[in-house]
């Protein structure tokens, strides 16, 4: 007699949640390259905090900071392909698929934080947020950093002080377009990449802003910076949009309402982290710091005026106008 073994499965207990009114629990995680004591690392922080309070923990929001799952070469695909699902790269990053935003990477384009908020909550902000495009990616704020100074091996005071020197840059036309129009040699290597490549000579000089420059401590590998707020540094919040799609209502509501607050938050904080970061590294002491003049700044901006009749037709006749009414 043959023996067989008889099993009983047992069925899974199985319930539609949507039916039920309940949402089911989901995992969103949250790249990005920066240090956790940053703007964009505090405001993920926040972010993430503010969505578990408002789903009751039923949306985390897991974050992984310093590169440690993409790094900004590739956080965009994986965005896209779905491996990662919120992302929030500089909006240099994202202007050559985006012109429109080149208008942030002009030099001098905005005098403050005050403009910028301005122009994002405004009609500008409006058609930047209209000319992401892309499929499968969707834009939710602009979190702010704030505006980038410059640091080398040598002093940075003079428009001729960049001839000929090799300079880090974001990869972005309009920031190519900056240290060109200065002499220098601008080229795209990624953040986390940063800090080796200065100390190791093969770099000379970047831009960034105060909090980068401290977290990262570029300050140790660079032994100039020109406090010149030449250039605006802030990040285009995405979300994967098949993500945002298998969301209920509930939970896009409650990532919409703490994203409005981390926005809010982000700018009033981001200042206050980048003058802390100048006030550190001058009593750390290991950097020369210029305060660039009046009349510099002047100097700089009429060197780099060329670049913004460079860019005005690839940025659009609708931006440009909406800047130039802002900054009128
Ligand atoms: C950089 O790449 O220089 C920075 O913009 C990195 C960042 O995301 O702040």
Not at 42 to 70: C, H, S, W
Not at 102 to 116: K, Q, S
Not at 239 to 263: R, V
Request: charged share 25%; with cysteine.
């Amino acid at each position: 007699v043959a023996i067989g073994f008889s099993f009983s499965v047992e069925e899974p207990v199985r319930y539609d949640a949507e039916q039920e009114g309940l949402d089911q629990k989901v995992v969103i995680r949250f790249s990005h390259v920066v240090a956790e004591n940053t703007p964009k690392g505090l405001a993920v922080a926040k972010f993430a905090q503010l969505v578990r309070e408002k789903t009751d923990g039923m949306v985390e929001i897991r974050v992984y900071p310093n590169a440690t799952l993409f790094d900004d070469e590739n956080e965009f695909n994986a965005l896209q392909s779905g491996k990662v699902e919120m992302i929030a790269p500089a909006t240099s990053r994202l202007s050559s698929r985006y012109p429109a935003w080149m208008i942030m990477d002009l030099p001098y384009a905005f005098e403050n934080e005050r403009e910028v908020s301005k122009a994002m909550d405004g009609r500008l902000g409006q058609l930047l947020f209209e000319a992401i495009n892309d499929e499968n990616v969707k834009g939710l704020a602009l979190w702010d950093n704030g505006f980038k100074q410059m640091t080398a091996g040598c002093p940075l005071v003079s428009v001729n002080d960049f001839r000929g020197l090799h300079f880090r840059i974001m990869p972005s036309p309009v920031l190519h377009a900056q240290f060109k129009t200065l002499g220098a040699s601008p080229e795209s290597y990624s953040f986390n990449d940063l800090y080796r490549q200065l100390e190791g000579g093969s770099v000379q000089g970047q831009e960034n802003t105060l909090s980068n420059i401290y977290s990262k401590r570029l300050y140790q590998v660079q032994r100039y910076m020109t406090v010149s707020n030449h250039g605006y540094l802030g990040y285009i919040v995405l979300i994967n949009k098949t993500t945002w799609d298998t969301l209920s209502g509930t939970q896009q509501k409650a990532i919409e309402s703490a994203m409005t607050e981390t926005t809010a938050w982000i700018r009033q904080y981001a200042k206050q982290m980048n003058d802390r970061a100048l006030a550190e590294m001058k009593e750390k002491n290991s950097i020369h710091i210029h305060m660039q003049t009046n009349e510099e700044k002047e100097a700089w901006k009429k060197q780099l005026n060329p670049v913004y009749y460079q860019f005005k037709d690839v940025i659009g006749e609708p931006v440009i106008t909406e800047w130039k009414k802002l900054i009128a």
